[in-house]
T-cell receptor
Framework: SAVISQKPSRDICQRGTSLTIQCQVDSQVTMMFWYRQQPGQSLTLIATANQGSEATYESGFVIDKFPISRPNLTFSTLTVSNMSPEDSSIYLC?????????????FGPGTRLTVT | DAKTTQPNSMESNEEEPVHLPCNHSTISGTDYIHWYRQLPSQGPEYVIHGLTSNVNNRMASLAIAEDRKSSTLILHRATLRDAAVYYCILKEAQKLVFGQGTRLTINP
């Protein structure tokens, strides 16, 4: 298994500012994912972050808005830039467990962001 | 990405079995069927997964149709703690793409 922590757990930010969310894993993992969950909605994949390479973004998400860093195998950050109220969501970090086959994916507790 | 179809909501009583259906008619031969659930105010957690054969673990059972176009997650004896949104996901490669899921309500 993998234990994931995120900082901050929640924040209230003003529009036009940026927030960086940290994701720390208790073991080394190859692949990390960032998801967004808008109020009352399901999860939407933002990007996949592999150590040593640029993040791969899903359709509708761009690096200028959601820059991601992955400096090592246990840590990643997601920045939400130039925020607007539409960015108010829960942002979740996720990792794939180690092993072969279609192994489990683990999720952090999420960062609840409110943009005013 | 392959798609799944689930009922928006279901309701059951405590200590009774629950059968959560999922249709995935466009499944390919390499897609694994995964189930995750999201308890209130928490991130999703893994429940079970399978490819062709029925699977059992301590949390649930997964029954997969012979043609693999549908599956059913079975909670054998629901508790109040099982109230959550359950997601049926076809996983190809490493990405989990979530649908809307089924919101399960458990009545005491």
């Amino acid at each position: 298994s993998a234990v994931i922590s995120q900082k901050p757990s929640r924040d209230i930010c003003q529009r036009g500012t940026s927030l960086t969310i940290q994701c720390q894993v208790d073991s080394q993992v190859t692949m990390m994912f960032w998801y967004r969950q808008q109020p009352g909605q399901s999860l939407t994949l933002i990007a996949t972050a592999n150590q040593g390479s640029e993040a791969t973004y899903e359709s509708g998400f761009v690096i200028d808005k959601f820059p991601i860093s992955r400096p090592n195998l246990t840590f990643s950050t997601l920045t939400v830039s130039n925020m607007s109220p539409e960015d108010s969501s829960i942002y979740l970090c996720s990792v794939v467990g180690q092993g072969r086959g279609p192994y489990e994916q683990y999720f952090g507790p999420g960062t609840r962001l409110t943009v005013t | 990405d392959a798609k799944t179809t689930q009922p928006n909501s279901m309701e059951s009583n405590e200590e009774e079995p629950v059968h959560l259906p999922c249709n995935h008619s466009t499944i390919s031969g390499t897609d694994y069927i995964h189930w995750y659930r999201q308890l209130p105010s928490q991130g999703p957690e893994y429940v079970i997964h399978g490819l062709t054969s029925n699977v059992n673990n301590r949390m649930a059972s997964l029954a997969i149709a012979e043609d693999r176009k549908s599956s059913t997650l079975i909670l054998h004896r629901a508790t109040l703690r099982d109230a959550a949104v359950y997601y049926c996901i076809l996983k190809e490669a490493q990405k989990l793409v979530f649908g809307q899921g089924t919101r399960l309500t458990i009545n005491p």
